[in-house]
């Protein structure tokens, strides 16, 4: 496993769907400590997808 100061995704941009809760919020949470730089899309959940970003 890559320690997280490696940032292997440093200088990449992810877009992920249905990231407010759950599989999608654990996903671009991983991707941002992996040094991504990461977009989030929501449809119902903006309290959700606000707390992700936050």
Do not use: C, N, W
């Not at 890559?2 to 991983?30: C, E, H, M, N």
């Not at 990461?38 to 707390?51: D, G, K, Y």
Request: glycine share 8%.
């Amino acid at each position: 496993m890559p320690k997280l100061s490696d940032k292997p995704l440093r200088g990449k941009t992810v877009l992920i769907t249905g990231a407010a809760r759950r599989l999608g919020r654990a996903t671009a949470l991983a991707m941002a400590e992996a040094g991504a730089d990461v977009a989030i899309t929501f449809l119902h959940s903006a309290r959700e997808a606000q707390h992700t970003v936050a």
